[in-house]
């Protein structure tokens, strides 16, 4: 079983910054690959980022940079660092843990409760 808990959602203005957090925890030793998504209401459930143990990334199209993830390989912890806010970037982010395949697709296995985020003036 593994639970993953989520921080670092809110209400920022266009432009703005935030710093989503997700700590992994339960019988599992080891973190070999995270990754976060995001989904607005009526939309599906889609890929923002994701990273494995040695640092490989993937990241969607639509973020042209602005988005940056992390991973503390120790602490079982991941991050997501969201820079100049737009208001499409609104939805309920998900932070997951899972696996590679191969280099460019990452499969999810486990989930977080999910954290909002509203790009607002």
């Known amino acids: 079983q593994v639970q993953l808990v989520e921080s670092g959602g809110g209400l920022v203005q266009p432009g703005g910054s935030l710093r989503l957090s997700c700590a992994a925890s339960g019988s599992i030793l080891s973190i070999y690959a995270m990754g976060w998504y995001r989904q607005a209401p009526g939309k599906q459930r889609e890929l923002v980022a994701a990273?494995?143990?040695?640092?490989?990334?993937i990241y969607a199209d639509f973020l042209k940079g602005r988005f940056t993830i992390s991973m503390d390989n120790a602490k079982k912890t991941v991050a997501l660092q969201m820079a100049n806010l737009k208001p499409e970037d609104t939805a309920v982010y998900y932070c997951?843990?899972?696996?590679?395949?191969?280099?460019?697709?990452?499969?999810?296995?486990?989930w977080g409760q999910g954290t909002q985020v509203t790009v607002s003036s």
């Open positions: 990273i494995n143990i040695v640092g490989t990334t």
């Open positions: 997951s843990t899972g696996r590679y395949i191969g280099t460019t697709y990452y499969q999810p296995n486990y």
